[in-house]
T-cell receptor, first 114, second 110 residues
Framework: DTAVSQTPKYLVTQMGNDKSIKCEQN?????MYWYKQDSKKFLKIMFS???????INETVPNRFSPKSPDKAHLNLHINSLELGDSAVYFC?????????????FGPGTRLTVL | QQPVQSPQAVILREGEDAVINCSSS?????VHWYRQKHGEAPVFLMI?????EQKGHDKISASFNEKKQQSSLYLTASQLSYSGTYFC???????????FGGGTRVLVKP
């Protein structure tokens, strides 16, 4: 039983296309996150949702739009993909979103924009 | 502000010890340590709260010096399985956003 799952695992697409990444957690957690890890392994938070409500929205281009249909799911839609969007995107979840919570990461989605 | 980790990389022989440091210029509420193996997701190791506590996970332990806003991760008697990139993540007081350092690559050789 996978705790945090993401689909797809790999995504190769052309510049200008629109794509979505899906994330699901079966841990019963209230808070979910999206992180971007670039080619230098720098891991940076993008968004966080607590019980379907957006609570962290970092300086991310408007082309990125998260959507949380319920607290077990957090999807990431990216419009007009650019070369610089190539990275590994990790979804994570934590119990209630407190600073003392452990975050559990999904396996990642490697996005390559050509 | 991203915490600063040092060193950026370290190569060890099995059984050797190493220390990874994580420093912040901001007041911190907690420090989290994660390890990421190549091609995999980051995996939680431990959380340290302000108060200067020290924690352990197998032969990996960590300390948090609240006054210096610095945490150190100690790899003791390293094993091959310790290889990977170690990230510290910091949370500012009253915040809930985890900001990760640039990572420290650890390679343990036989």
């Amino acid at each position: 039983d996978t705790a945090v799952s993401q689909t797809p695992k790999y995504l190769v697409t052309q510049m200008g296309n629109d794509k979505s990444i899906k994330c699901e957690q079966n841990l019963g957690h209230d808070t979910m996150y999206w992180y971007k890890q670039d080619s230098k392994k720098f891991l940076k938070i993008m968004f966080s949702y607590n019980n379907k409500e957006l609570i962290i929205n970092e300086t991310v281009p408007n082309r990125f739009s998260p959507k949380s249909p319920d607290k077990a799911h957090l999807n990431l839609h990216i419009n007009s993909l650019e070369l610089g969007d190539s990275a590994v995107y990790f979804c994570a979840s934590s119990s209630v979103g407190l600073s003392t919570d452990t975050q559990y990461f999904g396996p990642g989605t490697r996005l390559t924009v050509l | 502000q991203q915490p600063v980790q040092s060193p950026q990389a370290v190569i060890l022989r099995e059984g050797e010890d190493a220390v990874i440091n994580c420093s912040s210029s901001k007041a911190l509420y907690s420090v989290h340590w994660y390890r990421q193996k190549h091609g995999e997701a980051p995996v939680f190791l431990m959380i340290l709260l302000k108060g200067g506590e020290q924690k352990g996970h197998d032969k990996i332990s960590a300390s948090f010096n609240e006054k210096k806003q610095q945490s150190s991760l100690y790899l003791t008697a390293s094993q091959l399985s310790y290889s990977g990139t170690y990230f510290c993540g910091t949370v500012k007081a009253a915040g809930n956003k985890l900001t990760f350092g640039g990572g420290t690559r650890v390679l343990v050789k036989p």
